[in-house]
């Protein structure tokens, strides 16, 4: 869409449009159809083409003040109303009050001869005199292609039909025809081919057993349009379309801050809890405690005499009720008081799209100040990954325009990562909550992480998240050197902790012991050796003195040998020793 | 609608005497198709049914509200309303031969 959204309604430019009244059509189509012109909607049976029409002659006559005719083809006028009755429109009362004005056209082929020239004037004539009787501002013929199989020359037929759209435009009547969805063509009998200001193409299709009816414009002349395919449908007080982006992001963001009933939450949000009127997803494999959390965050709400809407998709109202009654958080007055509505069912019940026109409704209805989904995981089961996060984002812009507050569970599976699943909503949401078991020494305990939480400077502290008969507790979680400890093992590290410090300071007496004793030690080695040094000198001495008196003796002796020899001794003895030195002899 | 063989397959000569053939023709206007569809009904009562039938010429121009009754789409459109069963005939009535089939005053 091109055209600002908040402008409704839109400011019609170009093309005067007629307000359909259903809803969100007329936002898809930025004012209605084309006024004054005859616009084809065509689909498969049973997708709810009479309805459309019929629901755009209703509102037109009790909306906008524009009288309708219907120009039915194949139902006649009790099948007809039996038809609506069901969706609350009195089209009897309509007729009686003359806004609403029903002629049955029926034609059976083998009552009619064809002996020559003819046309359609009969039909016109019709058309005109039905039109006048109560000054008809629009007009449904259900379906034109009944003519084909009643008419035999088609030569004559296609002829009377470009005249008759013609005409149409010429009355100034917004005419909304129908057509069968044909092979490959939008209709069977190619009535497109007719009508080139507005297509409308409604088809159902079935995924995982369950129907979804989806609406497209296919064509819509002179006007900007959404051209995706919007999913709609058939409830007790007519359609609904859903577009997906009919709100836009366009809605005032609050300054609000709303406490999340757990003092330290609030804290870990910025210290003030979370904005009115933002999403929070909170997620966290199974048993986590997302369900206690969200049932803290209703009780705080109630308890400030908000409205609270909750769906639970997986357990009973007094089934929640019983089990928050057991960590401290009892429900039931609120419930008692009207504050809190519970909307429990299967996701499988229904489709997607019901879930959320069911949610629609109950807060147009209700008018809460927060909505709970619990889980959104569960819608898993009945759509693909994109479909439901294009439904819950269609659901978060639908609270947040209404400024409510969206609380969404989200169970993580065992095997994926925690942040990754999620439906892939976590970029739709302001607010994130992790909770997830931290394991360890045979425990395994909760830790609460703030992922994200926009506009506010959030904590980026884990939290060990202890539930008891108390409620709900935020404890610091140890943080050190063997990591994230909780539970038990927190209370048995910070034991250890201390017998650690003990045993460190008795290390170290038992160090300075062993110095002192080595310091001992060493001195004696000192002194030991010393003594032994002392000792060694001592002998030293002595063998000097002892090796001098053996040279003494020793030379003494040669003296007395040489005496006994009777040798001029000390010569001879010179002589000879000369000779051996020098080695010349 | 109980019909019986004899109502659905008349052929001519068939009739009773006193039966008179009721005929509506519904027209728009004085169109040509219109005036020929007269035209040719006329001659062809004269031929075959005269003096025991009655033709009511019906102008929804003048009378819009009576299309309704007997579901007239086409113009011009021969209703025979007497004897049963209701036969309709459209277009000018030109092609003779099948409005005497479609008459039931010649066998199909």
Same mark, same amino acid.
């Given at each position: 869409?091109?055209?600002?959204?908040?402008?409704?309604?839109?400011?019609?430019?170009?093309?005067?449009?007629?307000?359909?009244?259903?809803?969100?059509?007329?936002?898809?189509?930025?004012?209605?159809?084309?006024?004054?012109?005859?616009?084809?909607? +065509?689909?498969?049976?049973? +997708?709810?083409?009479?309805?459309?029409?019929?629901?755009?002659?209703?509102?037109?006559?009790?909306?906008?003040?524009?009288?309708?005719?219907?120009?039915?083809?194949? &139902?006649?006028?009790?099948?007809? !109303?039996?038809?609506?009755?069901?969706?609350?429109?009195?089209?009897?009362?309509?007729?009686?009050?003359?806004?609403?004005?029903?002629?049955?056209?029926?034609?059976?082929?083998?009552?009619?001869?064809?002996? %020559?020239?003819?046309?359609?004037?009969?039909?016109?004539?019709?058309?005109?005199?039905?039109?006048?009787?109560?000054?008809?501002?629009?007009?449904?013929?259900?379906?034109?292609?009944?003519?084909? $199989?009643?008419?035999?020359?088609?030569?004559?037929?296609?002829?009377?039909?470009?005249?008759?759209?013609?005409?149409?435009?010429?009355?100034?009547?917004?005419?909304?025809? !129908? %057509?069968?969805?044909?092979?490959? =063509?939008?209709?069977?009998?190619?009535?497109?081919?007719?009508?080139?200001? +507005?297509?409308?193409?409604?088809?159902?299709?079935?995924?995982?057993?369950?129907?979804?009816?989806?609406?497209?414009?296919?064509?819509?002349?002179?006007?900007?349009?959404?051209?995706?395919?919007?999913?709609?449908?058939?409830?007790?007080?007519?359609? #609904?379309?859903?577009?997906?982006?009919?709100?836009?992001?366009?809605?005032?963001?609050?300054?609000?801050?709303?406490?999340?009933?757990?003092?330290?939450?609030?804290?870990?949000?910025?210290?003030?809890?979370?904005?009115? @009127?933002?999403?929070?997803?909170?997620?966290?494999?199974?048993?986590?405690?997302?369900?206690?959390?969200? $049932?803290?965050?209703?009780?705080?709400?109630?308890?400030?005499?908000?409205?609270?809407? /909750?769906?639970?998709?997986? &357990?009973?109202?007094?089934?929640?009720?019983?089990?928050?009654?057991?960590?401290?958080?009892?429900?039931?007055?609120?419930?008692?008081?009207?504050?809190?509505? /519970?909307?429990?069912?299967?996701?499988?019940?229904?489709?997607?799209?019901?879930?959320?026109?069911?949610?629609?409704?109950?807060?147009?209805?209700?008018?809460?100040?927060?909505?709970?989904?619990?889980?959104?995981?569960?819608?898993?089961?009945?759509?693909?990954?994109?479909?439901?996060?294009?439904?819950?984002?269609?659901?978060?812009?639908?609270?947040?325009?209404?400024?409510?507050? @969206?609380?969404?569970?989200?169970?993580?599976?065992?095997?994926?990562?925690?942040?990754?699943?999620?439906?892939?909503?976590?970029?739709?949401?302001?607010?994130?909550?992790?909770?997830?078991?931290?394991?360890?020494?045979?425990?395994?305990?909760?830790?609460?992480?703030?992922?994200?939480?926009?506009?506010?400077?959030? #904590?980026?502290?884990?939290?060990?998240?202890?539930? #008891?008969?108390?409620?709900?507790?935020?404890?610091?979680?140890?943080?050190?050197?063997?990591?994230?400890?909780?539970?038990?093992?927190?209370?048995?590290?910070?034991?250890?902790?201390? *017998? &650690? $410090?003990?045993?460190?300071?008795?290390?170290?007496?038992?160090?300075?012991?062993?110095?002192?004793?080595?310091? *001992?030690?060493?001195?004696?080695?000192?002194?030991?050796?010393?003594?032994?040094?002392?000792?060694?000198?001592?002998?030293?001495?002595?063998?000097?003195?002892?090796? =001098?008196?053996?040279?003494?003796?020793? #030379?003494?002796?040669?003296?007395?040998?040489?005496?006994?020899?009777?040798?001029?001794? $000390?010569?001879?003895?010179?002589?000879?020793?000369?000779?051996?030195?020098?080695?010349?002899? | 609608?109980?019909?019986?063989?004899?109502?659905? /397959?008349?052929? &001519?000569?068939?009739?009773?005497?006193?039966?008179?053939?009721?005929?509506?023709?519904?027209?728009?206007?004085?169109?040509?198709?219109?005036?020929?569809?007269?035209?040719?009904?006329?001659?062809?009562?004269?031929?075959?049914?005269?003096?025991?039938?009655?033709?009511?010429?019906?102008?929804?121009?003048?009378?819009?509200?009576?299309?309704?009754?007997?579901?007239?789409? *086409?113009?011009?459109?021969?209703?025979?309303?007497?004897?049963?069963?209701?036969?309709?005939?459209?277009?000018?009535?030109?092609?003779?031969?099948?409005?005497?089939?479609?008459?039931?005053?010649?066998?199909?």
């Amino acid at each position: 869409m091109s055209q600002p959204v908040n402008e409704t309604p839109p400011a019609p430019r170009g093309i005067e449009k007629a307000p359909t009244g259903i809803r969100g059509f007329d936002e898809i189509t930025q004012g209605g159809l084309p006024r004054g012109r005859p616009t084809l909607v +065509c689909g498969s049976a049973g +997708c709810g083409k009479t309805l459309f029409g019929l629901e755009f002659l209703v509102r037109g006559a009790t909306q906008f003040d524009e009288p309708g005719a219907i120009v039915s083809f194949e &139902e006649n006028i009790e099948e007809l !109303t039996q038809n609506v009755a069901s969706l609350g429109f009195d089209l009897d009362e309509l007729v009686a009050q003359k806004k609403l004005v029903i002629d049955y056209v029926h034609v059976e082929r083998s009552e009619i001869e064809e002996t %020559g020239e003819y046309d359609l004037d009969g039909l016109f004539v019709r058309l005109a005199y039905t039109i006048d009787s109560i000054g008809a501002k629009r007009i449904v013929l259900d379906t034109l292609e009944a003519l084909f $199989a009643a008419l035999p020359n088609e030569g004559i037929l296609r002829a009377e039909l470009r005249r008759l759209f013609r005409w149409l435009k010429d009355r100034g009547v917004t005419a909304v025809i !129908t %057509g069968e969805r044909g092979d490959g =063509a939008l209709t069977r009998r190619g009535l497109e081919e007719y009508v080139s200001d +507005c297509v409308i193409l409604l088809e159902q299709r079935v995924r995982e057993r369950v129907a979804t009816r989806y609406l497209r414009v296919v064509k819509y002349r002179g006007t900007s349009h959404g051209t995706n395919e919007y999913p709609f449908l058939v409830q007790e007080d007519g359609i #609904s379309v859903l577009p997906v982006t009919s709100l836009g992001l366009t809605h005032v963001a609050s300054d609000e801050r709303i406490s999340t009933g757990i003092p330290r939450l609030d804290a870990m949000l910025g210290g003030k809890g979370l904005y009115r @009127g933002s999403s929070v997803l909170l997620s966290g494999t199974a048993g986590t405690g997302k369900t206690s959390l969200s $049932a803290y965050l209703v009780a705080a709400a109630c308890k400030r005499g908000e409205r609270v809407l /909750y769906f639970a998709f997986e &357990e009973s109202q007094s089934q929640i009720i019983r089990n928050m009654r057991s960590i401290g958080v009892d429900l039931k007055p609120y419930v008692d008081g009207g504050l809190l509505r /519970y909307q429990t069912a299967r996701p499988t019940l229904f489709g997607l799209e019901m879930h959320l026109a069911t949610i629609h409704r109950q807060v147009d209805e209700f008018g809460p100040s927060m909505v709970v989904v619990d889980p959104i995981t569960n819608f898993m089961a009945i759509g693909s990954e994109l479909e439901v996060s294009s439904m819950l984002m269609r659901l978060i812009d639908f609270l947040k325009s209404r400024l409510i507050t @969206g609380v969404f569970t989200s169970l993580t599976g065992g095997g994926n990562a925690l942040e990754r699943t999620d439906v892939g909503v976590s970029s739709l949401m302001d607010t994130w909550l992790l909770v997830r078991f931290l394991e360890g020494n045979g425990e395994r305990n909760r830790g609460l992480y703030v992922l994200k939480s926009r506009g506010m400077q959030h #904590s980026n502290q884990v939290r060990e998240y202890v539930l #008891s008969e108390r409620g709900i507790e935020l404890l610091d979680v140890y943080a050190g050197s063997s990591g994230v400890l909780t539970g038990a093992a927190r209370l048995a590290q910070e034991a250890k902790e201390r *017998a &650690e $410090a003990q045993l460190r300071l008795q290390e170290m007496e038992r160090k300075q012991r062993e110095l002192e004793r080595k310091r *001992a030690l060493l001195e004696a080695q000192i002194a030991a050796m010393r003594a032994q040094f002392e000792a060694e000198e001592a002998e030293m001495t002595t063998t000097s003195r002892e090796h =001098a008196q053996f040279e003494k003796e020793l #030379s003494r002796d040669r003296e007395d040998l040489a005496r006994a020899r009777h040798a001029d001794a $000390a010569r001879d003895t010179t002589h000879v020793h000369v000779n051996l030195n020098g080695g010349a002899e | 609608m109980k019909t019986a063989l004899a109502d659905v /397959y008349r052929p &001519e000569g068939a009739l009773g005497g006193d039966d008179v053939w009721e005929m509506r023709l519904y027209i728009a206007g004085q169109t040509r198709k219109s005036l020929a569809a007269i035209a040719n009904l006329t001659r062809l009562c004269e031929e075959h049914l005269q003096g025991k039938y009655r033709i009511e010429v019906i102008d929804l121009l003048e009378q819009p509200q009576r299309a309704q009754g007997d579901q007239i789409l *086409a113009i011009p459109t021969l209703v025979r309303k007497l004897p049963a069963p209701m036969r309709k005939i459209i277009g000018d009535l030109s092609n003779t031969d099948r409005v005497l089939v479609g008459l039931d005053l010649r066998a199909r």
